[in-house]
């Protein structure tokens, strides 16, 4: 049986890298911080408020609902999207336990 590479790592740390990687464009995070801002779930466009098609813009969608940091729920030929509140909180902790596990200030480069 042939393993993945990340499967030689910890679980706790594959799910990390998925947040992370998530995390890790631009896009996905002006699409976090413009729901963070409406404070409602957003039922238009999003492209309309991104420099990019609606199909990139999809793509990203996608990836964050696939991680958990964002929700959507069909209504009509519409989807509803939505910050995971629970998902924002928990991911909130594991970067702020990451960055603790990893403190260098005791470094003396």
């Not at 464009?25 to 963070?36: D, F, S, V």
């Not at 404070?39 to 793509?59: A, H, Y």
């Not at 729920?73 to 990893?102: A, S």
């Amino acid at each position: 049986m042939a393993y993945a590479k990340t499967d030689l790592f910890d679980p706790k740390l594959n799910s990390t890298a998925v947040l992370f990687k998530a995390l890790a464009h631009p896009a996905r995070l002006a699409i976090l911080h413009y729901l963070a801002e409406t404070k409602v779930c957003m039922t238009g466009d999003i492209s309309d408020e991104l420099p990019l098609s609606r199909t990139t813009v999809n793509q990203h969608l996608k990836e964050l609902k696939n991680a958990g940091l964002i929700q959507g729920t069909v209504d009509g030929v519409k989807v509803n999207y939505c910050l995971n509140p629970q998902k924002i909180k928990e991911v909130k902790k594991i970067i702020t336990t990451f960055f603790r596990e990893i403190d260098v200030d005791f470094l003396k480069c």
